[in-house]
């Protein structure tokens, strides 16, 4: 790699027919190649050009981990790209495998049983010193709840107040918890609410961690896959979890949900929603970050309810993840000097291109944030939204 040394000139975008295509195509968003504003990108060696032109999200994402470019504001610079979809433009050898990777994920079942662990041993196993340093001390790794928040730590806490006053849990009520993470609501729950909770994840650090976390409260934590559970209960949460889920199976989820959930119970499902159904998932997001994931759409996810639940209330706050995201960022940022031994400077690259591409993504408002509350027809009081 001769990427460009601190002082030494930026290097001439070159003469050729994959630079001139892509500048091009930048220009539609108002990102200029070595421009002098913040989201504008700097190139410090001209590989980027040959390896975003053969594999577009994929040879971006990877040319910045190898330091081929960078940005002042890389959270600026992808809400540009998301605002003006770029996606939709994709030329060149990489058109292939864009289709490629859309009959994959059609053909596919890429969230099936036997893969379900595998975001877990990826993602979230990779070490709990990172997320305790980044996330809030709930350790709560889903978007926060701003309106009324000063910080990071309130976000969190108003969110899963909303979530309990949404579900209106009552003491010794049954709570499952599908996707608990560290434990953070699980505890919540049984300190603040007196409920009785199963929580459910496929990491088994996150396993470990929310053990420990509920040591002594009425809450069980099992490493196990949302299809194997049984029982019976009086509300059903699931934050974050179900982009893991993956459009094939929606259905087999929700009958899950349906077989579960008392008959006057309530089912709160918090996730992130893509404002249009995705025709496929972005490559490097899959490969380095989170595999086998799919944004559901609106419309996905009312064909998969239809007949199954009713929805009691639809709630969008996608502009708090943005939010969110900036202060994750922030304290990633702060404490990365206590990190960089142990993870590397690539693994900063890599995370950093993740967290702030995110945010640009919901500031953007291609990304959504949905709660939704759902009842069976059985469920025989009148429900009130609460925000």
Same mark, same amino acid.
């Given at each position: 790699?001769?990427?460009?040394? $601190?002082?030494?000139?930026t290097p001439m975008i070159p003469d050729t027919n994959s630079a001139k295509i892509i500048s091009k195509l930048f220009e539609h968003a108002d990102i200029r190649l070595n421009g002098d504003r913040p989201w504008d990108m700097q190139i410090h060696d001209p590989a980027f050009f040959? @390896?975003?032109?053969?594999?577009?999200? =994929?040879?971006?994402?990877?040319?910045?981990?190898?330091?081929?470019?960078?940005?002042?504001?890389?959270?600026?610079?992808?809400?540009?790209?998301?605002?003006?979809?770029?996606?939709?433009?994709?030329?060149?050898? $990489?058109?292939?495998?864009?289709? %490629?990777?859309?009959?994959?994920?059609?053909?596919?079942?890429?969230?099936?049983?036997?893969?379900?662990?595998?975001?877990?041993?990826?993602?979230?196993?990779?070490?709990?010193?990172?997320?305790?340093?980044?996330?809030?001390?709930?350790?709560?790794?889903?978007?926060?709840?701003?309106?009324?928040?000063?910080?990071?730590?309130?976000?969190? =806490?108003?969110?899963?107040?909303?979530?309990?006053?949404?579900?209106?849990?009552?003491?010794?009520?049954?709570?499952? !918890?599908? &996707?608990?993470?560290?434990?953070?609501?699980?505890?919540? $729950?049984?300190?603040?609410?007196?409920?009785?909770?199963?929580?459910?994840?496929?990491?088994?650090?996150?396993?470990?961690?929310?053990? /420990?976390?509920? /040591?002594?409260?009425?809450?069980?934590?099992?490493?196990?896959?949302?299809?194997?559970?049984?029982?019976?209960? !009086?509300?059903?949460?699931?934050?974050?979890?179900?982009?893991?889920?993956? /459009? @094939?199976?929606?259905?087999?989820?929700?009958?899950?949900?349906?077989?579960?959930?008392?008959?006057?119970?309530?089912?709160?499902?918090?996730?992130?929603?893509?404002?249009?159904?995705?025709?496929?998932? !972005?490559? +490097?997001?899959?490969?380095?970050?989170?595999?086998?994931?799919?944004?559901?759409?609106?419309?996905?996810?009312?064909?998969?309810?239809?007949?199954?639940?009713?929805?009691?209330? +639809?709630?969008?706050? &996608?502009?708090?993840?943005?939010?969110?995201?900036?202060?994750?960022?922030?304290?990633?940022?702060?404490?990365?000097?206590? %990190?960089?031994?142990?993870?590397?400077?690539?693994?900063?690259?890599?995370?950093?291109?993740?967290? =702030?591409?995110?945010?640009?993504?919901?500031?953007?408002?291609?990304?959504?944030?949905?709660? %939704?509350?759902?009842?069976?027809?059985?469920?025989?009081?009148?429900?009130?939204?609460?925000?």
């Open positions: 790699m001769n990427n460009v040394k $601190a002082g030494q000139p040959q @390896k975003m032109f053969a594999t577009w999200e =994929l040879g971006i994402g990877e040319s910045y981990m190898d330091g081929d470019w960078d940005c002042e504001q890389l959270d600026e610079f992808f809400f540009r790209v998301t605002s003006h979809d770029l996606e939709q433009t994709v030329v060149g050898p $990489a058109k292939i495998g864009f289709f %490629l990777e859309i009959l994959r994920q059609k053909l596919f079942n890429l969230q099936s049983r036997k893969r379900a662990f595998q975001v877990g041993e990826q993602h979230y196993d990779i070490g709990n010193d990172l997320f305790e340093k980044m996330l809030d001390s709930s350790m709560t790794y889903t978007c926060g709840y701003w309106p009324k928040a000063e910080n990071l730590e309130q976000a969190q =806490l108003h969110k899963l107040d909303l979530i309990f006053r949404k579900l209106e849990l009552k003491p010794g009520e049954r709570l499952l !918890d599908i &996707g608990c993470g560290w434990g953070g609501l699980a505890r919540h $729950a049984a300190q603040h609410y007196q409920a009785e909770v199963v929580g459910i994840t496929v990491s088994k650090e996150q396993q470990k961690l929310a053990q /420990a976390r509920c /040591a002594g409260l009425p809450v069980t934590i099992e490493l196990i896959d949302y299809r194997e559970l049984t029982g019976q209960f !009086d509300k059903i949460v699931s934050v974050g979890m179900f982009e893991a889920v993956g /459009a @094939k199976n929606y259905d087999e989820y929700f009958d899950g949900v349906d077989r579960l959930l008392k008959a006057d119970g309530l089912f709160l499902l918090h996730t992130i929603g893509n404002y249009e159904t995705e025709k496929k998932r !972005d490559v +490097w997001l899959d490969k380095y970050i989170f595999p086998n994931g799919h944004l559901p759409s609106a419309k996905e996810i009312t064909y998969a309810l239809e007949g199954k639940f009713l929805i009691q209330d +639809w709630h969008n706050f &996608g502009q708090d993840y943005d939010r969110t995201l900036m202060a994750w960022w922030d304290n990633f940022d702060r404490a990365w000097p206590q %990190l960089k031994d142990k993870y590397g400077e690539r693994f900063y690259r890599m995370w950093k291109y993740f967290i =702030l591409s995110s945010a640009g993504f919901f500031r953007s408002g291609q990304g959504q944030l949905w709660q %939704l509350v759902l009842s069976k027809r059985g469920h025989n009081t009148t429900y009130r939204s609460v925000r």
